[in-house]
């Protein structure tokens, strides 16, 4: 099963700059998914967007989405020390809805 | 009134047990699943429940056995319990139908055969 890319790996980042995390794909999809996870606990949910929608807004997060090249960013504005987490993108191709997620990016946002 | 809950949250224990991980949500969804996260963070689905019945059963050594007893539970039993299996294992969620494609994780149970 195709999954979903994040790149960069790792990020570390001054609080109250800007956070950017690609994925990609390879596959058609449904919608593509973006979940944070603090250390020790479980994936929260944080945005989704469905592949006929190319940008969409969550508070301080922003995605987009570009199905030619199968390809999102999430873009985290004005970080905060809280927002320390792993995120993971993750692609649903439909059907029983399995979710197929990426290796995640590890983003460090020191005060 | 946590959402999704597992317990145990921590379970150390030799090689060849037999252990028992268990689920339950409170959210009314009608599908349940089990993932695995590796100690590179890598989350593999393991299987997916609706309303009791499996859907999803990737390949997983059959000493993994699901049970669904009920919509709102989903048990994981795993028998003769081997070094590769350490891993920290996530129960998640989904309500059916429609738009609804959120998947709400548990706080995850902490695995490590020695």
């Known amino acids: 099963s195709q999954q979903g890319e994040e790149d960069p790996q790792a990020l570390s980042i001054q609080e109250g700059e800007n956070a950017t995390m690609n994925c990609s794909y390879k596959t058609s999809i449904n919608n593509l998914q973006w979940y944070r996870q603090n250390s020790g606990r479980g994936l929260v949910h944080l945005i989704l967007i469905r592949s006929n929608e190319r940008e969409k807004h969550s508070g301080r997060l922003r995605v987009t989405l570009d199905t030619s090249k199968k390809s999102s960013s999430l873009l985290i504005t004005a970080s905060r020390a809280a927002d320390t987490a792993s995120y993971f993108c993750?692609?649903?191709?439909?059907?029983?809805?399995?979710?197929?997620f990426g290796k995640g990016n590890q983003v460090v946002v020191i005060p | 009134d946590t959402a999704v809950s597992q317990t145990p949250k921590y379970l150390v224990t030799q090689m060849g047990n037999d252990k028992s991980i268990k689920c339950e949500q409170n959210?009314?969804?009608?599908?349940m699943y089990w993932y695995k996260q590796d100690s590179k963070k890598f989350l593999k689905i393991m299987f997916s429940?609706?309303?009791?019945?499996?859907?999803i059963n990737e390949t997983v050594p059959n000493r993994f056995s699901p049970k669904s007893p009920d919509k709102a539970h989903l048990n994981l039993h795993i028998n003769s319990l081997e070094l590769g299996d350490s891993a920290v294992y996530f129960c998640a969620s989904r309500p059916s139908g429609g738009d609804q494609e959120t998947q709400y994780f548990g706080p995850g149970t902490r695995l490590l055969v020695l």
């Open positions: 429940y609706n309303n009791k019945e499996l859907i």
């Open positions: 993750a692609i649903s191709r439909g059907g029983n809805n399995r979710l197929a």
């Open positions: 959210l009314g969804h009608d599908t």
